[in-house]
């Protein structure tokens, strides 16, 4: 069986849009919600986050939907049930996103088997180092799981390089020095980033994420690397929303067209 | 050495660098550096030159008559309470400062749970011209309001951070995202040792003055450096790293680390993590942490601002996981009471972190041959408000 990350990724003749929130946010049963009105919307991806209490490298928006979701109930077990659940209604591919201490709770070698049984098919761990992830590799491998890794602006060309090795599906490329949150547009330096990134033709394709929340970043985003993430304003737009559905495709729309 | 820190960053089972890719290029940088520019001549000239004529080291070890003859043993105070700004966090700050001019840094940012380390920081900020941002949780802004003004007064820019429950763990996040936003002009001077590798080794190394005098000192005193016992207390664990630094190859000489109990290790209100704690990731490295099943950090209490934090340095979960020190805890009540007895016995008002150690001698085993050493981190004059509430003196 093929990887649905890869496979999306080498099929797909448009950029891709892969949008992320917080699993158990604004209620702790919208995760499944959200995924299958995103894939109605025309999201090609999907990453969920799994909440922790101290989400250091997030800005405000995704720290209180963070706080919310654990307010809520929210826990890595409960997530993997509605995750299996919601895998049988939605055919796009579902990632897990979080921050490493929850995963360890868990345990490493349970959460990558419980995760792949459940139907994830890839994983970003911010916080986890790649020389601890050797360790796993074999395992994630055999399950069929892509693991994506960070790369930032500041990544040297060598380091890029060897997390693009380790790295399966995609590289995350983070847009610029910063926690996650909305803004409004790419500088010259950030541009230069994406050419860089693309000049040195790396062996996965890369997604651009943070600070994504518009047409013209979504775009420029778009033009770089293979898709782009958004994460802050979409949870923006459902924290604020009455109506999920309806606030979910007028979010899609607002970000592929333009005005 | 079984205790020192190994290539990859790790204190046994513990340390590491757990940080997202944003904070990868500063870490190494600075973990290529540290040992070397702490290795130059000039290096150590400039620290030492300042630790003496700025900060006031050596800090004297005091024979505490009166307190010897209460637990029948000789006991000593090692006073860092008399350090410049009033504890032994700003050997630490001294250290990072030079460091960070070395690496070309512009700004410093710092964290402080009760201000001590926000001072000190903001302190040498002040001494060496550089620009200076503390995150200090709001709610402990509320009750730790002369030392906020201390760090205005001194020209800092004191920033409330108001997520979670805005205390010493929500600052540290608040700066590491401030950092994570600000990557290349700006120093986070870490105040305890915990963080990411180099940071718990790193200050280990600029506490260590603290020991090294000990044992030159007590040579001096008694004729042979080592003591029976050295007993410091533990919240993130920098004064106690000092302190038991070049005592921990000594193995006859015991080390006891005195956690905060807070209301008592099982009343849920407690700061205590060897006793409570689970291996888990925090602020970037592995260590034992106040948690709950689902890996979810639990906020930590004590009536002193300066232990209520969640987890505890690698090199000293390193330490209990070996034996190497043995970790104690001192309830509120016990603390306060040792506070007022330090007061009362030798005319010394303690911190109220430092009280914990005192309250330690009462649980120790001692004979009248033992020789203890105390490690006294900081005075009490920011605690006078809690001393004056508690009200039982």
Same mark, same amino acid.
């Given at each position: 069986m093929k990887n649905r990350i890869t496979e999306l990724l080498s099929k797909t003749k448009k950029p891709v849009l892969s949008v992320f929130y917080t699993a158990g946010f604004p209620n702790l049963d919208d995760t499944e919600k959200i995924a299958i009105a995103l894939e109605a919307a025309g999201a090609d991806l999907i990453e969920i986050g799994i909440p922790f209490s101290d989400p250091v490298a997030d800005g405000p928006t995704i720290q209180a939907s963070n706080k919310k979701a654990l307010d809520n109930g929210m826990s890595v077990a409960l997530l993997l049930?509605?995750?299996?659940?919601?895998?049988?209604?939605?055919?796009?591919?579902?990632?897990?996103?979080?921050y490493l201490n929850p995963v360890m709770q868990y345990g490493f070698e349970r959460f990558f088997k419980d995760a792949a049984f459940a139907g994830v098919d890839g994983l970003i761990l911010p916080d986890l180092p790649l020389d601890e992830f050797a360790q796993y590799e074999a395992l994630t491998t055999s399950l069929n799981l892509s693991v994506s890794f960070l790369i930032s602006p500041t990544t040297s060309e060598a380091r890029v390089r060897k997390i693009d090795a380790i790295s399966t599906g995609f590289v995350y490329a983070v847009s610029a020095s910063?926690?996650?949150?909305?803004?409004?547009?790419?500088?010259?330096?950030q541009i230069a980033y994406f050419n860089r990134l693309k000049s040195y033709n790396l062996k996965n394709p890369f997604l651009i994420g943070f600070g994504i929340s518009n047409y013209t970043t979504y775009s420029q985003a778009c033009a770089y690397g293979a898709g782009a993430i958004v994460g802050s304003s979409f949870i923006q737009q459902i924290s604020e929303s009455k109506n999920l559905?309806?606030?979910?495709?007028?979010?899609?729309?607002?970000?592929?067209?333009?005005? | 050495m079984r205790y020192e820190v190994d290539s990859r960053g790790y204190y046994g089972n513990f340390g590491g660098a757990y940080i997202p890719e944003m904070l990868y290029p500063n870490v190494e940088e600075l973990r290529q550096q540290y040992l070397e520019i702490i290795?130059?001549?000039?290096?150590?000239?400039?620290?030492?030159?300042?630790?003496?004529?700025?900060?006031?080291?050596?800090?004297?070890?005091?024979?505490?008559?009166?307190?010897?003859?209460?637990?029948?043993?000789?006991?000593?105070?090692?006073?860092?309470?008399?350090?410049?700004?009033?504890?032994?966090?700003?050997?630490?700050? $001294? #250290? =990072?400062i030079l460091l960070a001019k070395r690496l070309g840094k512009q700004k410093i940012i710092a964290e402080t749970g009760a201000g001590q380390h926000g001072v000190?920081?903001?302190t040498v900020c002040a001494l060496m011209g550089m620009e200076c941002m503390v995150y200090m949780g709001k709610l402990d802004m509320e009750r730790q309001r002369p030392n906020v003004e201390r760090m205005r007064i001194l020209g800092t820019q004191v920033v409330p951070a108001v997520s979670g429950n805005m205390t010493?763990?929500?600052?540290?996040?608040?700066?590491?995202?401030?950092?994570?936003?600000?990557?290349?002009?700006?120093?986070?001077?870490?105040?305890?040792v915990v963080g990411p590798h180099p940071y718990p080794h790193m200050v280990t190394l600029f506490q260590s003055i603290i020991s090294e005098e000990?044992?030159?000192?007590?040579?001096?005193? $008694? #004729? =042979?450096?080592?003591?029976?016992?050295?007993?410091?207390?533990?919240?993130?664990?920098?004064?106690?790293?000092?302190?038991?630094?070049h005592y921990l190859n000594e193995e006859h000489v015991n080390l006891v680390g005195v956690e905060a109990a807070g209301l008592g290790i099982d009343s849920g209100e407690s700061a205590a993590t060897t006793a409570l704690g689970k291996p888990g990731v925090l602020h970037g490295s592995k260590t034992l942490l106040m948690q709950t099943t689902d890996g979810q950090v639990i906020e930590p209490y004590s009536i002193s601002a300066g232990l209520d934090y969640p987890g505890i340095g690698p090199l000293h979960a390193h330490l209990f996981e070996t034996?190497?020190?043995?970790?104690?805890?001192?309830?509120?009540?016990?603390?306060?009471?040792?506070?007022?007895?330090?007061?009362?016995?030798e005319g010394i008002i303690p911190a109220i972190e430092s009280a914990h150690a005192i309250a330690a001698l009462s649980k120790l085993e001692l004979t009248t041959e033992d020789v203890v050493v105390v490690n006294l981190s900081g005075r009490g004059d920011k605690d006078l408000e809690t001393y004056i509430h508690w009200g039982k003196y």
């Open positions: 049930k509605q995750v299996a659940a919601l895998r049988t209604k939605v055919k796009m591919p579902v990632i897990l996103m979080g910063s926690t996650t949150g909305a803004k409004g547009q790419f500088t010259p330096e559905e309806a606030a979910i495709q007028q979010f899609v729309l607002s970000l592929t067209t333009s005005k | 290795q130059q001549p000039a290096f150590q000239k400039e620290f030492q030159d300042l630790l003496r004529q700025y900060v006031g080291r050596p800090t004297p070890l005091y024979y505490a008559a009166r307190l010897s003859e209460k637990y029948m043993a000789n006991v000593y105070l090692k006073r860092e309470d008399l350090c410049h700004t009033g504890a032994h966090k700003i050997n630490n700050t $001294i #250290g =990072q000190a920081t903001a010493l763990k929500d600052a540290t996040n608040e700066a590491m995202r401030h950092w994570i936003n600000h990557p290349t002009d700006t120093h986070y001077i870490i105040g305890s000990i044992k030159k000192q007590l040579l001096a005193e $008694i #004729g =042979q450096p080592n003591p029976d016992y050295v007993v410091a207390c533990v919240g993130g664990g920098s004064n106690a790293a000092g302190a038991f630094y034996g190497r020190v043995q970790f104690v805890s001192a309830t509120d009540d016990e603390a306060m009471h040792a506070g007022i007895e330090l007061a009362r016995t």
